[in-house]
């Protein structure tokens, strides 16, 4: 089984600072890591993915997030934020579990940026 | 740019009644998902449907859901008779591959928010 833990539900920062939010998973198996961001109103938006190679993915935005295998780990950071940012993300990841590669989701994680 | 649509945005319905989510996927697409949000909690899987037929299902969608592919364009979710817990939010997704390619990525409609009083 595997499971996303996104501990912060909101992340509060003002424009231009930097931000990461983060994710932890579990899984017994090797994984595919996803970044999705929802903004008002909108379905959820691919962000950034991690599937193999480079463990740092740059997306979307000016988004990168960097797969850590050891510390099971995979946060999102933006160097500066805009007020345009101001979304919900949502960690998600999958495995070959099965042969199916259904994302597990997190419960998300708030992202407010103040001018 | 195409994308997925769902209506209604918001539905708000008596327990016990019957409720239809509707979505339209992209249009090239094949693949069919549901996934519901419980407000505060995780988006759980509910559904996955390829070919007229459900391919993967969640231990959440039991006998009170249903999908189908009534024609070319729509894809619908049932709640035969509904209940408070069903109230959340329900996401529709489409993709051109399915769950089995790991890079099948999901493109996910807004969202219709379900409220059972």
């Known amino acids: 089984a595997q499971s996303v833990t996104q501990l912060d539900s909101q992340v509060p920062v003002f424009e231009e600072a930097p931000v990461e939010l983060r994710c932890n998973y579990s899984?017994?198996?090797?994984?595919?890591l996803f970044w999705y961001v929802q903004y008002p109103n909108q379905g959820l938006q691919l962000l950034l993915k991690y599937l193999s190679g480079s463990t740092l993915v740059k997306g979307i935005n000016g988004f990168e997030a960097e797969f850590n295998k050891s510390q099971t780990s995979f946060h999102l950071r933006k160097p500066s934020v805009h007020i345009s940012d101001t979304a919900e993300y949502f960690c998600a990841v999958s495995s070959a579990s099965g042969g199916s590669y259904i994302p597990t989701f997190g419960r998300g994680t708030s992202l407010i940026v103040h001018p | 740019e195409p994308e997925v649509t769902q209506t209604p945005s918001h539905q708000v319905t008596q327990m016990g009644q019957e409720v239809i989510l509707r979505c339209v996927p992209i249009s090239n697409h094949l693949y069919f998902y549901w996934y519901r949000q419980i407000l505060g909690q995780k988006v759980e899987f509910l559904v996955s449907f390829y070919n007229n037929e459900i391919s993967e299902k969640s231990e959440i969608f039991d006998d009170q859901f249903s999908v189908e592919r009534p024609d070319g364009s729509n894809f619908t979710l049932k709640i035969r008779s509904t209940k408070l817990e069903d109230s959340a939010m329900y996401f529709c997704?489409?993709?051109?591959?399915?769950?089995?390619?790991?890079?099948?990525?999901?493109?996910f409609g807004p969202g219709t928010r379900l409220t059972v009083l």
């Open positions: 899984s017994s198996v090797s994984v595919y």
């Open positions: 997704a489409s993709s051109a591959s399915g769950t089995r390619a790991r890079d099948g990525e999901q493109f």
